[in-house]
């Protein structure tokens, strides 16, 4: 088993859950979260620091409510009607659900990378270029090098710079899923969400968006969901535990994996339930 | 199975056999750039270019007018309102029932509201009725497309920080294709249509130049010719059939055409 952890956290002590990050500035602060879809309790009472410039999975077995939290982030829920959410979310210190909250400029903050990688219908350098567009970037060259600079960054630069015009829709699932990376980098954000990001990629190309993380993270505060254990104690630094729409449990990779507090943490690592 | 296909696929050659033998002998110049003089309809000098002006007039505001009330419809349908939602479902039934609804009842309906807005017979009739004709049309054939979108198109856009405003016209563009078919099907609906416009757009010897003309068509034009019993216009009728005919194509493979070039790149 390989652990990446900052070197930071593993000399210190057992953390205490919850408050691992006080130290670090923290982009995303959860406070009594609650979400309801129609009547059903989806979310319950979560509180949690999302560490910066680091890795954090949120894992836990289907429909604990993984994803539904994620999406709460940068409020992929507004569109549903009969979804209601209670409860406080900081991002950069501004209450995203308050009311009046402009939503734009909170969902460029974050880059996501959904379970299966969808392209605009543009080409290549459109998708990469489509985001620094809306938000008032102007010029071709200048344009052409964010793209060039963020296709780069996630690797895919060599592979498509001869067919830069071509639509976006040809390349590989691979090769879009990191297409998408970059088009979420290309808006500048401060936090990149994944949701199963790899789950429906072939094992070397999930295996190239994992390191793609890993190598982000310096820059980026990345939170995953995920649904493999592997994934998550591959890259994970911190690890949240999620079962039945309740925190179970959140500290370092290393503690949640090796000194789970919980029982249920400890069932589900061990393959208990999945 | 080859049977039917050969059966089908000959007929359809035997329709283009006669239009073309009957039809392109009297088909000429002054046919198609003049519009009839005295006794046209008896033989005499003179052209159709009043019922094909009139057709193009008439389709051409139809489907502008049409695209502005489906294409908001089908977003509605497909992307504000749930996938598994009662009254889309409800609202996709009674397009399919008004997609069967025969022509000359949508001409008689036209008809009445023409008559509630104190209209006459004119173009301004004629589109209402020929909007009417084939807003299912579009509607059901965008549709097809659109459910095809996926809602991860919808928040991809918008986790990037895109207003809505942008999201609709990415979705507009992801649509293109779904448009220009639509548009394709319902110009061939609504111009072969002779029954929508009989009673509203009226038949007249000279192109409109206002909407409350009223306007010929090239249906009404070949149903007219074909029941003189001149035979020289009677073939003229035909001519007009191969005119109608040719349109129809040379839209279909322009639609093609750029549908094409769109759905290639470029914001």
Redesign the interface.
Known sequence: MELIISPSITDQQKPKVMNISHSHKSHIVVRNLNLYIQDHHILKDINLIIPDKSITCIIGPSGCGKTTLLRTFNRLHDDSVDIKISGKLFVDGEDIYAKGTEVTHIRKKMGLLAQRPCSLPMSIIDNVAYGPRIHGIRGRRKLYEIARHQLMAVGLWDEVKDRLKSPASKLSIGQQQRLCLARGLAVEPEIILGDEATSALDPISSKTIEELFVTIKDKYTVVLVTHTLRQAKRIADYVAFMYMGELIEFGTADQVFNHPKNKLTQEYINGGFS | MIGSTMLILSVLLYILYVIMSRGLPSLSWKMISQIPSGGFYLGKEGGILNAIMGSLYLIFFSVVISLMISVPVVMYLNFTL?RKSRFAAFARLTFDVLFGIPSIVYGAFGFTVMIYLGLQASLLGGIIAVSLLIIPVMIRSIDEVAILI?I??V?????????NY?TIK?II??L?PGISTAVLLSVGRGIGDAATVLFTAGYTDSIPTSLTQPTATLPLAIFFQLSSPVEEVQNRAYSAALVLTIIILALSFSARYFSRRF?????
């Open positions: 749930r996926p991860e198109l928040e991809a856009t918008k986790s990037l920080g895109a207003t942008e990415v563009r992801q293109l759905s290639k790149n470029k914001i």
